[in-house]
């Protein structure tokens, strides 16, 4: 049975640096895109990062870029986000889901495909703030 589980949310200050873990079990993470979502109070559910199954390919939502990093290590079964220069606006709940035969922008973008087909984790918050 494919399991996600998310961890590594906390409370930190604005500028400071986060680094989530995905870690799954039940199926071969290599042969899956993996991508973070996140969601704030009162908003949609938003693609943040995602990577792919196969050349390493990633996509970036743009409010991210040049601040986080994804990447994943297929012998750990572990999809990490590096999280640097945080701001109040990333304060979310944060999700990792897997999905095979897509590509990152597809699942990344077309956040109502990934809501129906990826296998999810619970999720893990973080909070931005002084």
């Known amino acids: 049975q494919l399991q996600l589980v998310e961890s590594g949310g906390a409370l930190v200050q604005p500028g400071g640096s986060l680094t989530l873990s995905c870690a799954a079990s039940g199926f071969p993470l290599h042969l899956y895109t993996i991508g973070w979502f996140r969601q704030a109070p009162g908003k949609e559910r938003e693609g943040v990062s995602c990577?792919?199954?196969?050349?390493?390919?990633?996509y970036y939502t743009d409010s991210v870029k040049g601040r986080f990093t994804i990447s994943r290590d297929n012998a750990k079964t572990t999809v990490y986000l590096q999280m640097n220069s945080l701001k109040p606006e990333d304060t979310a709940v944060y999700y990792c889901a897997a999905l095979g035969a897509t590509t990152v922008q597809d699942m990344c973008v077309d956040t109502e495909m990934s809501a129906d087909f990826a296998s999810w984790g619970q999720g893990t918050p973080v909070t931005v703030s002084s």
């Open positions: 990577i792919s199954s196969n050349d390493g390919s990633t």
